[in-house]
């Protein structure tokens, strides 16, 4: 059983930085493209980012310049350095891997983050 465990979110002021983690197991994560995927109350789950093993890096437009996605290969684990957070980007965050040779889609259980002073 594939598991993806978020960690890193809480609250933070406006213009203040989280990095969130999250580490996966049981798969070869190498063949995987690992995400950030955010829902905010009342909307639609959405990607943040994303990230290939080879380092090809996406980003939504609304996040572009303030937040980061990389990946350490060895340890298994996906980060989501994000800075100048705005309180538009309060919404539970999720961590996805979708394999590249079938497609299979995995979820962690989510990590709140809130942007608030």
């Known amino acids: 059983q594939v598991q993806l465990v978020e960690s890193g979110g809480g609250l933070v002021q406006p213009g203040g930085s989280l990095r969130l983690s999250c580490a996966a197991s049981?798969?070869?994560?190498?063949?995987?493209?690992m995400g950030w995927y955010r829902q905010a109350p009342g909307k639609q789950r959405e990607l943040v980012a994303s990230?290939?093993?080879?380092?090809?890096?996406n980003y939504a437009d609304s996040v572009k310049g303030r937040f980061t996605i990389s990946r350490d290969n060895a340890k298994n684990t996906v980060y989501l350095q994000m800075n100048s957070l705005k309180p538009e980007d309060t919404a539970v965050y999720y961590c996805n891997a979708k394999n590249m040779l079938d497609g299979m889609d995995y979820w962690g259980k989510g990590t709140l983050v809130t942007v608030s002073s």
């Open positions: 990230t290939t093993s080879g380092g090809t890096t």
């Open positions: 049981r798969i070869i994560f190498r063949l995987y493209v």
